[in-house]
């Protein structure tokens, strides 16, 4: 079943950046989290390419045990994690991205995040000629009782992450390069090489979307003063939006059990 697209509970749009908040029932999570979510955590494409480089290879039944055993490690908690993979998914299904690069495999070590952005992948346009461009995304979780709640404030908070996205070329250079050396012989090469024309005539010519991914009950001001405040000398051809996406009550405390647990999911309202 893929990710719903939710209920839209508000509108906070500032021209011309989009801002919506969407609410999701306790079925719509549950379906998500177990389903596409848990998928793209666990990576499973990932594990069996590694698996690949190993086929001509003999391994005695002891280091196959301990191939299983390092592809199958759980990490500790990390929520926020969670909400990325939420995020990502959301995007894919209803956003027409593609984010083909995984971020957990260039991690050096467990629980550490990259700089630059939370996502960075490809979006399908209208565009006659150049039908795809660049998309870079920001991620924050909370169950914050505060509107908007602390992730969205300070250096590393959402606010300045998009502000950061929107007027920093040298940033955007830098994921432009890091898709690149992805794509060389990709499967979606072609696409990079539609969204780096674009790219190249206007490096403003990207989407940037920054996600909130909250527990608490919905309300517009996560979101409005942002609106407001990214509209202001957004460049022309860019399209910022943001989201904020609300579960029920508890959930991101749970994210991490419902997703690397093979039992049944319960309520936490």
Known sequence: MPVAVGTEVYNADCPPVVARGVSYTQTERDAALK????????????????KGLLDSIT????????????????????????????????????KRCLFPWPVGR?????RSSLPGADLVGIQETDHARLPFRFAFGEVKTSSDGKYPPSVMKGRHGLKQQLEDLRNTKTL???????LAHRAVKA?????????ASRFLSDDADVVVFGVLVRDVDPHHDDLRARAR??????????????????MPAGSVAWFFKTCMSDEESGDVN
């Open 172 to 178: 955007r250079y830098s994921l432009f390069i890091y």
């Open 106 to 110: 260039d991690e050096r070590k467990a």
């Open 59 to 94: 391994l005695t039944d002891f280091q196959k045990q301990n191939l299983e055993g390092i592809l199958n490690a759980t990490p500790e908690s990390e929520d926020w994690r969670i909400g990325e993979a939420f995020a990502e998914v959301y995007l894919t299904t209803h």
């Open 229 to 246: 405040s990214l509209a202001a000398g957004c460049p022309a051809r860019m399209h910022l939006e943001l989201m904020a996406i609300y």
């Open 35 to 50: 389903g596409p979510v848990r998928d793209l955590i666990e990576d499973a494409e990932g594990k069996a390419q590694i």
């Open 187 to 195: 499967p979606w090469k072609a696409k990079w090489q539609a969204a």
